[in-house]
């Protein structure tokens, strides 16, 4: 490994991970010698320090929440030629590391990826904007929207599912008109998730058998937000199967075509930047991560 690339959001809420730099530094530098640390203070930062040293770097490791990593995966994926891509999580679930199998305890993180296990590994993209884990529009915008920052900082995990259960009382419902390969969709719905990673939220409570290399999008549709439907996505997390229910279709594909009425703003990677419509697809085996834990295909 020549070559180590760190880029490292200045402003990102985890402090015992930014008090950490220097050791993680010192085990990079075990395989590498020639370790470099780039910080971004502002939105395009990223993309802007990847376009430079992409073509000369062996491995390129995200420190950051999903601004940080989600402006990383669209900047890798426009390089002709693509490092490794490695993530340290510094966000709040930081749910697609879960998915690969990355400890949460960054220490333990760095040892991982010192020990340099990799996969190609699937990403979705959305009129020409790429995504990791998740595209989502109806509820799962409003509940992001309505997190207090002073609530997501204290609480974590804990406040996106307060706030879900804020948002269960006004879902606002919109038509659908979703066309595949295979079939049409039309109705009218509250919710709806195309995922590639298993984890939402921390939790695989949407995708419990989601796969990040099959290929394959998985797709959830809620017609109706109830208690009742929350206590069926649960159990479909416990008992590791589909989810099922008369108020939810759920389906797999490797691209649709989504439009909605009115006009919707789009959650991708909890960076909420477009609107629908959307054609998304699926690229199979795109990018080379490494990976921890990994049981997935």
Same mark, same amino acid.
């Given at each position: ?31 590498? !010698?020639?370790? !470099? ?5 502002k939105p395009g930062d990223g993309k802007r320090i990847i376009d430079e040293i ?58 991982q990826i010192l020990d340099l296990r990799t996969r190609h590994i699937d990403i ?55 066309? !595949? ?9 509250? &919710? ?11 939790? !695989? ?63 991708c990677d909890g960076e909420k930047l477009h609107h629908t419509p959307s054609k ?8 080379? &991560? ?8």
């Amino acid at each position: 490994m020549d070559t180590i690339a760190l880029i490292i959001n200045s402003n990102a809420g985890n402090q015992s991970l930014r008090e950490d730099l220097p050791y993680i530094v010192n085990r990079l530098q075990h395989i590498s !010698t020639n370790v !470099t640390l780039h910080y971004t203070e502002k939105p395009g930062d990223g993309k802007r320090i990847i376009d430079e040293i992409a073509s000369d770097v062996d491995l390129l490791i995200a420190i950051g929440g999903d601004g940080t990593v989600h402006e990383c995966v669209n900047a890798l994926a426009h390089q002709p030629n693509r490092p490794l891509f490695a993530i340290l999580p510094g966000g709040t679930c930081n749910d697609f590391t879960r998915a690969l199998g990355i400890s949460q305890d960054h220490r333990l993180a760095v040892e991982q990826i010192l020990d340099l296990r990799t996969r190609h590994i699937d990403i979705g993209s959305h009129n020409g904007n790429y995504f990791l884990n998740f595209w989502g529009i109806g509820c799962i915008t409003q509940v992001s929207q309505q997190i207090h920052k002073g609530l997501k900082k204290d609480w974590g995990r804990l406040a996106y599912y307060l706030s879900a259960l804020q948002t269960i009382s006004d879902p606002q419902r919109f038509e659908i008109s979703i066309q !595949t390969d295979t079939f049409n969709y039309q109705d009218e719905v509250v &919710m709806m998730i195309v995922g590639n990673g298993s984890y939402l939220g921390g939790m !695989t409570t949407f995708f419990p058998r989601s796969s990040v290399v099959d290929g394959l999008l998985d797709v959830l549709i809620i017609r109706d937000l109830s208690i009742d439907l929350l206590w069926s996505l649960l159990e479909s997390r416990i008992m590791d199967q589909l989810p099922t229910g008369s108020d939810l279709a759920y389906f797999h594909c490797n691209q649709l075509e989504v439009q909605s009425n009115p006009s919707l703003l789009i959650d991708c990677d909890g960076e909420k930047l477009h609107h629908t419509p959307s054609k998304i697809q699926v690229h199979p085996r795109y990018l080379e &991560m490494v990976v921890g834990d990994f049981t997935s295909g």
